[in-house]
């Protein structure tokens, strides 16, 4: 039975991703605004997730001895950080800027449809996060029924601005919104294999989580302060920064809350 409530919960969060369906359905010309405030969320959540979720998790472990010193956890979210802007740099020159000696359709795919660098973090980022996820809810469940259903709507409530966010990230950086669903809800997945591991294999992956915890926060304080925030600042009109200021807020805010549910 155990292993029933762990596939249906990582089911029930992995679905989350395809709440991006709604964007499809706004107009054309509604979509750069809806896709631009939902950046704006997702840069939020994002910062919220790693500072008030991932960072203490980390530490937390760190101080229990859960296997890595607080060194080795922000030697991590360095390296995270420091690892996405190379990804970003030698992403960039390799299939843009050294393209850009050739004609269009010798150009790479991603720079003749414009899409930025920053998706593909994402979607890696993301992916990571969501397996983490799978394995904390699979060890709540070992525990306890109860304790693995809080800790599944605690995840619940951080994941729907995120993977909302995710989707207008990806949008925004140049894929087409059916695709980019499709990409997102890809990515979502791995919490279901994050599930089965944390269930098969709970003893085995002890070491794993520490590791990828502060790693995962690193690229996401990255892509939230690096490619996120930047795409916000280029707004005109004074009424929509701050519209894009209080939906950050709120990314970061939702974060906050989900903590009293852990």
């Known amino acids: 039975m155990t292993l029933v409530a762990v596939l249906i919960a990582t089911f029930i969060i992995a679905v989350l ?5 709604t964007i499809l359905f706004i107009k054309d010309s509604a979509v750069g605004k809806a896709v631009l405030s939902l950046v704006a969320l997702s840069a939020g959540a994002m910062l919220g997730n790693a500072l008030f979720h991932l960072l203490p998790e980390s530490i937390e472990l760190a101080q229990e001895g859960g296997g ?31 393209a850009s000696h050739h004609a269009g359709h010798d150009q790479p795919e991603d720079c003749q449809l414009g899409r930025k660098p920053y998706t593909q973090l994402v979607l890696m980022s993301d992916a990571i996060h969501n397996f983490i996820d799978g394995i904390i809810i699979a060890a709540a469940f070992i525990v306890s029924p109860a304790l693995g259903v809080t800790t599944t709507i605690a995840i619940a409530l951080h994941e729907i601005p995120q993977e909302l966010g995710d989707f207008a990230v990806l949008v925004h950086g140049g894929y087409k919104r059916g695709r980019a669903l499709l990409l997102n809800a890809f990515s979502a997945s791995s919490v279901i294999l994050g599930g089965l591991v944390g269930y098969f294999v709970s003893s085995s992956v002890e070491l794993a989580i520490p590791v990828l915890i502060p790693f995962a926060a690193g690229a996401f304080v990255y892509i939230a302060a690096s490619d996120l925030l930047p795409e916000l600042k280029h707004e005109e ?15 970061i805010g939702i974060m906050i809350i989900t903590t009293f549910l852990e």
Not at 77 to 92: D, R, V
């Open 17 to 21: 991703s395809l709440m991006g369906m």
């Open 237 to 251: 009109k004074i009424k929509d920064s701050l519209l894009h200021f209080l939906i950050f807020s709120l990314g």
């Open 68 to 98: 890595v010193s607080l060194f080795v956890s922000m030697l991590l979210f360095s390296l995270a950080f420091a690892l996405s802007f190379l990804f970003e740099q030698l992403f960039s020159w390799h299939h843009c800027h050294r």
